[in-house]
């Protein structure tokens, strides 16, 4: 099973990120479970949500405690809260950011784990660009794509375009290729996770 | 030849069962074909204003839906005194489900026969003034303002009466009830806000809206087939006395029924869409004291010792409708006040009529054609 | 057809499939997106012919049913927490009047203090209201509820409520099988309703009775929920051969075979037990889960046969009987009287707390190695440092202050959220 653990604020699309990732892996045939925390609804509030992916049915129920990757939508979150709680040395990390982890004051995190799966990504930048509007849930997802081999970047643009009709899907989709494209050149073709 | 004078008491009126009215224009109950949809048998006060009214309005309301009637009922007096286990006078399709919710089990009808296709069949939702006016409120405004198609009855006798007698917010001021006792400072009721809910329903911009008393019987279906002209959510607010809750003789409840028009207390109107079409005149102003005087509920208000002081206030309530509502033809009405003659002993039951009475009724019925503003 | 959906979404999409006539809406979290789906659907005509009331609360919504079953058509609604405790007066009303009426109830914690998070304070509270209690594990099992819920509300003339946990469930994303039209047309017939306000044959409903007759009346409520005993897994099987899965029926029993430990939960939480349980099978450990479908009417014979064998019965629940103790507990207890199994009672997940594959794992090591008292009611997870300060606090001081928010000071939590 893998566990994915997405933090955000609310109005940045944290929950449709963990839905869309759990409908690119159904999408290739793999059972998957998406669920939110809840505050009341309301935007800027820490938001966290989850996905798991699994070849099995998937019974547990639990937040996620010990994630095998996080996506950080927002990094005014990195150092207010613990967001990386319970990720493991191999643990995948993708933040949305134009600046790297050392830029971000997270050099230390980078200790014991690999290089290669730690990574910053200019997410709402691309969305900005191919969407018009700074939501990077769908650029992240892209982003993270290509960072672990989990789901292919055609099961994100099919999970896209089955939630968002028209030029806000085709937006949406352009932007995750664009991430993908850009995790692509920094890390090469990675491992599947 | 020597001349006898003829008197007729109903000719030319409204009253009920005139055979010499045409026969379009007479009363349901006068009809061999009546519905009876509240049937004999209920156990009703003797002389209960809302056995009364219920009878007209549902048998009117079956008359104009030829039958196609579904009636929804809340809690109350109404409810009780109609099925008595294992007895039931309905003789239409009648579910009673909660005290505060009889105008959404309405529109819940009107939904599901809206659903099927059933637009011949109609709803009334009835309740007395707690479920209506109290509990039932907030069932009340949502079904108005969703535009269900119910035609909703509150038989209004001011208090919880099933239940005791106990204070309602459409008890009146000064009344006594179970909890609003002369006792202390101020007797009866408080002089509140009030909750004007025939107000409150033309505020609601429905497609009817009237008031009506069981002392004009004849006008009371009249605006009940009215009402059935019309689809959505229309409201009758009847005044309904109650011998037993207000202390009244059970053979009083018509004319008090009239003396409450008559003093100007009880608007009687007619509203479409917001706006009042039609008002009741009064016929022959009477100061409230006239009204008050039958009841026990307010006999704290002459002994031990008079209570001009409230009787005014009173009063000024009844002016202050007069005049809001335009209820006199002639407004110097309001300055002369004839006062029918009752004194104290016609509050005990079982007095006789005063003498005087038959002469002031032919006076009553000369005004009548003068000055009747009913559209009927 | 399977999809990944929402759980909210798969049940609109359902409970339109089952071509309810009347559907009255009012909205509490977290079962919004259930009543917002409806509304889409009779918008875009997909749901017709039904008349979707807005009604103005959860009592009007009941009352709106009521009315709306009375007069033959079949009425649905959704609520939560606070929503059930406004409409009931109508829930016992319908029980009473028998309206087969089915409402999806998104389990959530009752207030004070006021919390949205899922547990079954709400529905516990109305175990004895008369109606039907079936509860979900998963999505698609509270998909394949609400079938059978129609099916048998109608046919025993009682309402039911379908319990799914708001937010685990009604806001979980996983795939479920939905049903198509053609199958729910086949499964569920039209409704033929056994009483009915027609001016063709005027009936009374609903009139008072008295000690005569009052008795007989309410042991046919309860007749009619015995029968159920019977119905539910009748249905239940007849929804298998026709959908090709289990769904549903009174109790199911997992790896319980030769259990020495049998955990007792209802709704989702069974996932997660189950998961623990596989785990601690590997290790070597004799022990099952038995899974509670169907609250009410309590399946006493099916628990007492599926527990009667154990060593010890472990009751997880989300709820309890305050000053009282387990809920599901007690039934328990009543099922296994003069059988030997010892049980625990475990109150868990309060609030939405979540019940986590590591508190379980504790949990059941204490259990097996003896060390929680059988008669002592257990809260999981307990802080009991928070809970001791603040019983001082009460002891000490003229005005101590509210209990919660002295608890939440105490806890350091930001109104943010404490990720």
Redesign the interface.
Known sequence: MFQVRIHGRGGQGVVTAAELLSVAAFVEGRHAQAFPTFGSERTGAPVVSFCRIDDEAIRAREPIAEPDALIVQDPTLLHQVDLFAGLDADGYILINSGRSFDELELGELREGRRRERLLTVPATEFAREHLGRPVPNAALLGGFAALSGLISIDSVAKAIRERFAGRVGEGNVAAARAAFGYVRAEIGEPARA | MPEQQVKFFQTGSFAVGNRLLDPEQRSVQARMERSNSLTCGHRACQGCGEALGARFALDAAMRATD????A??ATGCL??FS????E?S?????????F??AP??????????????RTD?RVVGQAGDGGTVDIGF??L??MF??G?DVLFICYDNEAYMNTGVQRSAATPPAARTANTKPLGDQPGNVFGQGKNVPLIALAHELPYVATATVAELRDLEAKVERAMDFHGPRYIHIFVPCPLGWGSASRDTVRIARLVKETGLFPVFEAEHGEVVGVSKIRRRVPVEEYLKLQRRYAHLFRPRRRDDVIARLQAIADRNVERFGLLTDPDQAAAMPGEATDLAGLEAGADEPPERAAEETNLMRLLSETHGSPR | MLEQIEGSAAVARTVARCRP??V?AYPISPQTHIVEGLSDLVRTGELE???Y?????E??AM???????????R?YTATASQGLLYMA??LF?ASG?GFPIVMTLANRAIGAPINIWNDHSDSMSQRDSGWIQLYAETNQEAVDLHLQAFKLAERVSLPVMVCMDGFILTHAYEEVDLPAQEQVDEFLPTYEPRQV???A??????????P??FSEVKYLMHAKQMQALDEIPSIASEFSDRFGRDSGGLVRPYRTDDAETIVVALGSVLGTIEDVVDELRAGGARIGALGVKCFRPYPLDEVREALGGAERVVVIEKAFAVGAGGIVGQNVRLALSGLPPRVHDVVAGLGGRPITRQSLLGLFDDVLADRLEPRQLHFLDLNRELVERELERMQKGRRPGPHAENILRDLGVVAAGSH
Not at chain 2, 83 to 86: L, N, S, V
Request: glycine share 10%; aromatic share 4%; charged share 15%.
């Open positions: 039958g196609n009637l579904i929804a009922n409810e009780v099925t008595p286990y294992p039931s309905w003789q239409l399709p009648w579910i009673h489900s909660l505060g919710n959404a089990v309405a529109s819940g009808v009107a939904a599901a026969l809206r659903a099927k296709g069949v907030a069932c405004s949502g303002e969703r269900d | 006539e009347v009255a012919p039904c008349e009331m807005m009604v103005e609360s009592f009007a009352s709106a049913c009521i009315g709306a079953s009375a007069a033959g058509a009425a007066e109508a009303n009047l306000l027609d001016p044959e005027p009936v009374t409903i609903g009139a008072m009775v008295g005569e007759a």
